[in-house]
């Protein structure tokens, strides 16, 4: 009798928790507002990048740790989510984590691992994660590009190697990785010391730049960070920032007839105002770049940017924009306080 009451109780107690457990339910977009997952959590996915795959779309971004300040190295991994409508995200979890045991890791734990972009291999069938790398106790000296892989898109990824791109010493910084029609992969970013934009190919596995394939990109301002590129109409856009640390500044978009340039400068596309935070488009709403999503089956690009909280990285937002475009196809990103994809 006693263990049919324990078994009542205890079936009870999991349907009433069952309940109580609170489900999230995204129906718009809120830019700058606190993005929770399915479970009710904040999204810790920062500096990211949206894939498709399989009929669901992918979110891999910074897992920041709680607690800890960007001088108190808050960098854990790689954190992923899933979703069939970009605006509702299951955790994934972290799918490539710091390494917290082998201090001699490149990956050891006390990293910079920023700005993760998840990209599909299809001749070696393997989904390449990429990502910003600096060694521990370096600062951010030499930036190496982190490089890992799984064979699924929900991970794990195993992390594989580092390698420098633009043929520079001291490496390059945040970046923008593009597959052209033969299927092959190519790195964009802007060249340390001398802060010029650099095009970098890789080899045919996507595992190492080939340094003789080096172009500096014409017409890109220096020290252009966050790049974010679309092709859309036969021209390739590149949206990025400049450079000021953790801080917001203005957005600068570029125009060419291919990755390889020559780029036009096309000025700041944002407008408008983001009531939480009082930031306009001299300040990018608070954001800076970091992806441009195009929706796999509609006419519809989206501008992501972060806006970064150093002193508590973990509670930094997400800003998810349409982009629209004017009559004559120059690309807008307009504040919006709430949006739907239609
Ligand atoms: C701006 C970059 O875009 C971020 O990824 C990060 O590296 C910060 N700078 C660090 O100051």
């Not at 009433?16 to 489900?23: D, H, T």
């Not at 995200?89 to 993760?116: F, K, T």
């Not at 990025?240 to 780029?263: D, E, M, V, Y």
Request: hydrophobic share 40%.
């Amino acid at each position: 009798m006693k263990s049919v009451l324990l078994s009542l109780v205890i079936l009870l107690t999991s349907f009433v928790m069952g309940f109580c457990v609170e489900k999230t339910h995204m129906t718009e977009f809120k830019p700058g507002a606190i993005w929770l997952d399915t479970e009710g959590k904040p999204i810790n996915a920062h500096g990211g990048g949206v894939i498709f795959a399989d009929g669901n779309f992918y979110w891999y971004g910074e897992h920041k740790i709680w607690g800890k300040s960007e001088a108190q190295k808050a960098d854990g991994g790689i954190h992923a989510y899933k979703s069939k409508d970009l605006m509702n995200w299951e955790d994934l979890g972290v799918v490539l984590s710091v390494d917290y045991d082998n201090p001699d890791s490149h990956i050891a734990y006390g990293c910079i691992l920023e700005r993760p972009k998840v990209i599909y291999c299809a001749r070696t069938k393997k989904y390449m994660a990429y990502f910003k790398l600096y060694e521990k106790g370096k600062g951010y000296d030499t930036a190496y590009l982190g490089v890992a892989q799984a064979d699924s898109p929900e991970g794990p990824f195993k992390y594989s190697h580092r390698v420098l791109c633009a043929a520079a010493q001291k490496g390059t910084g945040d970046f923008f990785l593009f597959v052209d029609g033969n299927g092959d992969l190519w790195h964009l970013a802007v060249r340390k010391p001398d802060k010029a934009f650099c095009l970098t190919k890789f080899d045919e596995e996507y595992k190492t730049p080939i340094d003789s394939s080096v172009k500096v990109l014409e017409g890109i301002p220096l020290k252009t960070e966050a790049p974010a590129g679309f092709f859309k109409d036969g021209k390739f856009f590149l949206l990025g920032s400049g450079s000021s640390g953790w801080a917001p500044n203005t957005a600068r978009l570029l125009k060419a007839n291919s990755i390889f340039g020559p780029f036009e400068f096309l000025g700041n596309p944002t407008s408008g105002v983001n009531p939480i935070n009082k930031l306009g488009p001299d300040k990018t709403f608070g954001g800076q770049s970091s992806f441009i999503i195009k929706h796999p089956t509609k006419d519809l690009y989206i501008a992501m940017f972060d806006i970064w909280t150093p002193e508590h990285p973990i509670e930094g937002k997400y800003i998810w924009l349409p982009i629209t475009f004017d009559a004559d196809g120059t690309p807008k990103i307009v504040w919006r306080n709430s949006w739907k994809i239609e």
